[in-house]
């Protein structure tokens, strides 16, 4: 199984990206946890993240790239993995696209969108800075990755819209709900693209 969860900040992507990988027995590759560690442990990576990360842009593509590539393929060898926090603009995604088409069994079977009004993204977002202690999550620059979002990370959804691999999921559910949901289309798509009975692959 291959996913990725794509959501403002504050949806619940993490939450739900745990549990969605629990039940399917695949990795949980978060690009923000990976990121932060980078930086916490002061490797080159980080240290060109670091900055990015406090300010609430987004790191350049080759670098979350060059990240990602070897967890990515070690979770494919091991029964999958569900992303979260990447792709996050459309060049990214067209690039991770463009490597899938040379390396067997690592393209995406299912797109989630968490939809969550502003007003609930901004309350959880002050209980998990005030929780955390994230510098990430003051209202400064929460407001700014709201508006990164719009720009950068909106187009995705028509991107994996026009490929018949997006869900629509009301994120603002009690937390088993939203999953019920997600785990119920996953599995509908899945039958959708399963052939009936009696019908010969082309």
């Known amino acids: 199984m291959r996913l990725l969860l794509v959501a403002y900040p504050g949806a619940g992507k993490g939450t739900q990206a745990v549990k969605l ?53 070690e979770a494919v060898r091991n029964g999958g993995y569900v992303l979260d926090g990447f792709p996050r603009t459309l060049r990214q995604a067209e690039e991770a696209y463009s490597l899938a088409q040379q390396v ?47 720009t950068e990370t909106e187009p995705l959804l028509d991107f994996y819209a026009q490929r018949g691999l997006l869900i629509d999921i009301n994120g603002e559910q009690p937390v088993q709900k939203v999953f019920t949901d997600i785990t119920a289309a996953i599995d509908d798509l899945g039958a959708d693209r399963r052939p009936e009975v009696g019908q010969q692959d082309p």
């Open 21 to 73: 990988a629990a039940h399917y027995g695949i990795a949980h590759l978060s690009s923000g946890a990976l990121l932060r560690a980078e930086v916490a442990h002061g490797t080159r990576i980080g240290r060109v993240a670091a900055d990015y990360l406090k300010r609430g842009d987004l790191v350049p593509d080759d670098v979350v790239l060059e990240m990602l590539s070897v967890p990515v393929l």
């Open 104 to 150: 067997e069994g690592i393209e995406l079977q299912a797109v989630v969108h968490l939809r969550v009004s502003p007003d609930e993204l901004r309350h959880r977002l002050r209980v998990r800075a005030n929780r955390e202690g994230r510098s990430d999550d003051s209202d400064d620059v929460i407001l700014h990755r709201f508006k990164v979002f719009d």
